[in-house]
């Protein structure tokens, strides 16, 4: 196995960190790895604010309460961007459209895309970090707090730095759950309650709730109206 499936197979989350920084040398190749991650028509649809400042990383806490944040060396914020787009959109012409599914796909993918190479990049480094997603449930609070203009949107943030944890890997589906050979294949509830299984012993002591119950509190209910009501706000929707 290679170097790098070994590091890519060896990720687990990291939300405790040592209070050391991330010099600056280290954050630059870091998010120069990110940079060269795929991009749809090399848009690179996305921007990254970078927080280092305690202050501002316990300004964000105050809204997604995620001890990673306020202990991170370095947050990073991805943001979906069309802003550049606008831009040059009209350079050659006066409209611009870019409402709709299509727009957000395209941003999401190249801000996940980015943020995969990020977080590989850090762990190849020694750094550990977490991908915080909650930080869409406050949209509206945190595009005034980093004065996000039209067109851009929170997808998610990275909280970075020198890990002062160590879980074991968190085991994933089985391959044949989620590879098909030439089309779909459903499973069955047995297969989910099997993975239920797998979650809890992993989690022992610290279950609280099974893998399937935390897919119902995620889809059992109406969505957060903070990132439809950004997304609306910044011309997206």
Same mark, same amino acid.
């Given at each position: 196995? #290679?170097?790098?499936?070994?590091?890519?197979?060896?990720?687990?989350?990291?939300? %405790?960190?040592?209070?050391?920084?991330?010099?600056?040398?280290?954050?630059?190749?870091?998010?120069?790895?990110?940079?060269?991650? *795929? *991009?749809?028509?090399? +848009?690179?649809?996305?921007?990254?604010?970078?927080? @280092?400042?305690?202050?501002?990383?316990?300004?964000?806490?105050?809204?997604?309460?995620?001890?990673?944040? %306020?202990? #991170?060396?370095? +947050?990073?914020?991805? /943001? =979906?961007?069309?802003?550049? !787009?606008?831009?040059?959109?009209?350079?050659?012409?006066?409209?611009?459209?870019?409402? =709709?599914?299509?727009?957000?796909?395209?941003? *999401?993918?190249?801000?996940?895309?980015?943020?995969?190479?990020?977080?590989?990049?850090?762990?190849?480094?020694?750094?550990?970090?977490?991908?915080?997603?909650?930080? @869409?449930?406050? #949209?509206?609070?945190?595009?005034?707090?980093?004065?996000?203009?039209?067109?851009?949107?929170?997808?998610?943030?990275? !909280?970075?730095? /020198?890990?002062?944890?160590?879980?074991?890997?968190?085991? %994933?589906?089985?391959?044949?759950?989620? /590879?098909?050979?030439?089309?779909?294949?459903?499973? *069955?509830? $047995?297969?989910?309650?099997?993975?239920?299984? /797998?979650?809890?012993?992993?989690? =022992? !002591? %610290?279950?609280?709730?099974?893998?399937?119950?935390?897919?119902?509190?995620?889809?059992?209910?109406?969505?957060?109206?903070?990132?439809?009501?950004?997304? $609306?706000?910044?011309?997206?929707?």
């Amino acid at each position: 196995m #290679s170097e790098t499936i070994t590091l890519m197979k060896s990720h687990t989350s990291v939300r %405790r960190f040592k209070e050391e920084a991330i010099p600056q040398e280290d954050l630059n190749e870091i998010l120069s790895a990110a940079q060269m991650a *795929s *991009s749809w028509k090399n +848009f690179q649809s996305y921007s990254v604010i970078l927080v @280092r400042s305690q202050e501002k990383k316990d300004a964000l806490f105050e809204l997604v309460p995620q001890e990673a944040i %306020r202990q #991170s060396a370095a +947050f990073l914020l991805f /943001v =979906g961007d069309l802003n550049r !787009a606008e831009k040059g959109a009209h350079l050659h012409t006066d409209t611009f459209q870019p409402q =709709g599914v299509e727009g957000l796909l395209i941003t *999401s993918v190249d801000a996940a895309l980015a943020g995969q190479n990020t977080l590989l990049a850090a762990e190849s480094l020694g750094y550990g970090g977490v991908i915080i997603g909650l930080v @869409r449930y406050k #949209s509206v609070e945190l595009a005034e707090l980093f004065k996000l203009p039209d067109y851009t949107y929170p997808v998610f943030g990275i !909280a970075l730095g /020198v890990p002062n944890q160590k879980h074991a890997v968190k085991p %994933r589906l089985p391959l044949e759950h989620v /590879v098909f050979e030439e089309e779909y294949q459903e499973q *069955s509830t $047995e297969a989910i309650e099997a993975y239920d299984r /797998v979650q809890t012993e992993y989690a =022992g !002591a %610290r279950a609280t709730t099974t893998w399937s119950q935390r897919l119902a509190e995620q889809f059992g209910n109406p969505e957060p109206s903070s990132t439809r009501e950004n997304l $609306e706000q910044k011309k997206l929707l």
